[in-house]
């Protein structure tokens, strides 16, 4: 294992390179951001009442808003990792479709994450509107990281599908490039350089155009003889 000797050997490694790309980091904030989410409503998102041992959401006591907001943070926390490992590996990639199906597809799934955030903070704000601060001893404080986080996850995700945009726009392949340059290639291959023949030739003169023919039909260049009629006498 190779140990920089200074910051600058340390700040020009590949590690702290591919940390500093914006994907990267876009990417690892969504995940930072998720991870709060699902983990603070995971551990006091759900509050008994005073009368009730039995545990509610602490959002409006209504479950579905808990269950949305620990399963989307969960789902967005591991696809996080995942496409932060595909991206550790691009450069293996070999295959150009396959470069370009996963950044489409990186693209679709940031516009998904982006639109599912904006309703999530839209929900999660309105049953915490609705809740009755007395009701749970604890978790508002949790509560609220989620709420803020849930908005804090829109700008990132927008700035990440911008990002792999930008990407897939300057990857973009030319259409029919490699069939025009295969195809110079062949007609280059094929045809062989113009040369003079001996049987060419070349007029020039002082008001006269320069012609050069390398092969001329065997029709012209060969002319025929005049041919002689026998007339009949008188």
């Known amino acids: ?19 500093k790309r914006p994907k990267i980091m876009g990417r690892i904030f969504a995940g930072v951001f998720s991870l709060v989410v699902f983990s603070s409503l995971m551990t006091d998102g759900y509050q008994n009442k005073t009368e009730s041992p ?16 620990v399963g989307t943070g969960l789902l967005t926390f591991f696809s996080c990792l995942a496409f932060l490992m595909l991206d550790a590996h691009e450069g293996r ?59 804090f996850s829109i700008p990132v995700w927008i700035f990440q599908a911008y990002v792999v945009f930008r990407e897939l726009w300057a990857d973009a392949p030319v ?24 049987s060419s030739s070349s007029t020039s003169g002082p008001n006269s155009m320069n012609y050069t023919t390398s092969a001329l039909s065997p029709y012209l260049s060969t002319p025929k003889a005049p041919r002689l009629a026998m007339m009949p006498d008188n």
């Open 93 to 151: 990639i070999a295959s150009s479709r396959f470069k370009m199906a996963f950044q489409v597809l990186d693209f679709i799934l940031a516009v998904i994450w982006a639109c599912v955030w904006f309703v999530g903070f839209c929900f999660l704000a309105n049953q915490w509107q609705r809740s009755q601060p007395w009701e749970f001893l604890l978790g508002s404080s949790s509560a609220k990281a989620a709420i803020a986080f849930s908005f």
């Open 1 to 19: 294992m190779h140990v920089p000797e200074s910051l600058q050997d340390l700040a020009d490694s590949e590690a702290v390179q591919f940390l």
């Open 54 to 69: 039995q545990l509610h959401c602490v959002l409006n006591s209504n479950s579905v808003a808990c269950n949305f907001a």
């Open 175 to 198: 259409p029919y490039k490699r069939s025009l340059d295969e195809g110079a290639v062949v007609l280059t291959t094929l045809s062989p350089p113009l040369a003079a023949s001996p």
